[in-house]
């Protein structure tokens, strides 16, 4: 059996929260100000409450919504696919399947959470979103599900992939979003930025303080934010739970999760109903693959820092590379974060998660062998989840083993990098360790921190 496919019946109906799981706990997110533990209530100027109470739960299981389900219907449940053709250029006796979220609307994982953001959003009477966006798929995603739910979309698309990626844009504003290259001119921070250095190719941290302030001066206008924080993980947990059940039809159970890390919540959403197998004694591993270019779980501190460059948003105790961390323009957009997930920085702290860092030639070189034997064109970002998987593959060829890993993203709409990747116009970069010493200088001075192992 190649492609393993759920009845619409047998999609999930509750989200899987993996946060009571975690044996050494999560660091609760502290103000900015007073660097004191901050509660929902100063985060409901920017967030529903019922998203704020899903941030800080700690019940294990969350009904999904019934007008949430009905949305997902759309293209869920998701495929689970054997790589038959893939194992069989390689050589090896490994079993590779691979969760297919490329087939949602816009083609990745992102409307997951996209559409039930905007659903609570709307349910406490919000009629407009503003958010940031990388690579824009979750701009895309947002403005999918806000056109779903009668709701305004403003984004803020880091610039070096609004200018790399066009029509991603088209996809915003024909679901009738607003987009703008981020730094802009629309903010306080994007003047503040573009005066001090007009070229600058931008980043998450920037656009996601330019969504923050535009969400703070609008009355009507609530913030949305597509990876990182727990109430994210928490709706990606559905890719889990469906290739759960779907590993269990095919009558096999993985020896390794495989997920390419940017924020990390399509790994975390992937590997979340699979560890409470792993802390009952299950022999399985969970390997995160990042950028070279920008290693927050390789290279970065587990620190308490802020998920925006002007430090708006909670501080959060996470693997970063320090809010102001400047990447490199490289075509994984979607990776170019300087900080880990709470969830999957305190997984890596318990060593359950092994972060692991690919270059950007040999993704994209693992992407078109990808493409050539399975017939789907990867996303740049979901191109490390492939490297990864092969890495784990090839690491013994004659060893039978499983391998699971999500496929995030199709790239039907990133064919400009694979342009430049046959122009020979890519190139590897490893981010200097002084510049990234330099830039964790600058973290928050909390002294919580040193508390905290």
Known sequence: MKKIILREDEMPTRWYNVVPDIPGGLQPPLDPETKEPMGPEKLSAVFPMALLEQEMSSEPWIDIPEEVLEVYKIWRPSPLVRARKLEEALGTRAKIFFKNEGVSPVGSHKPNSAVAQAYYNKREGVKRLATETGAGQWGSALSLA??????????????????????????????????????????????????????????????????????????????????????????????????????????????????CCGGGSNFAGLLAPFVPDYLEGKKIRFVGYEPAS???????????????????????????????????????????????????????????????????????????????TEGIIPAPETTHAIRGAIIEAMKDPDEPKTILFNFSGHGLIDMAAYDSYFAGELHDYSYPKEQIEKSLARLPNVSKTDEID
């Not at 501080?315 to 999957?344: C, E, K, N, S, W």
């Not at 702290?349 to 092994?354: A, G, T």
């Not at 993704?363 to 493409?371: I, M, P, S, T």
């Open 294 to 372: 920008c290693p927050s779980m390789t290279a970065g501190k587990l620190a308490y820092d802020s998920g925006d460059v002007a430090m708006m948003t909670p501080l959060l105790y996470m693997y970063t590379l320090g809010h102001d961390f400047m990447p490199p323009g490289i075509h994984a957009g979607g990776l170019r974060y300087h900080g880990m997930a709470p969830i999957v920085s305190a997984l890596i702290r318990d060593n359950i998660v092994e972060p692991k860092s690919v270059h950007q030639l040999e993704c994209f070189e693992a992407g078109v062998l990808f493409a050539k």
């Open 146 to 259: 806000t056109s779903k739910f009668g709701l305004e979309c403003k984004v803020y698309m880091v610039r070096v992939s609004f200018d790399q990626k066009p029509y991603r844009k088209s996809i915003m504003q024909t679901f009738g979003a607003d987009i703008v290259a981020s730094p802009s001119q629309d903010t306080n921070t994007g003047r503040a930025i573009l005066e001090k250095d007009p070229d600058t190719p931008g980043s998450l941290g920037i656009a996601i303080s330019e969504a923050l302030e535009d969400a703070a001066i609008h009355d009507d206008t609530n913030y949305a934010l597509g990876s990182v924080l727990n109430h994210v993980v928490l709706h990606q947990s559905i890719i889990g739970l469906e290739a759960k059940k779907q590993m269990e039809i095919a009558g096999e159970y993985p020896d390794v999760i495989v997920g």
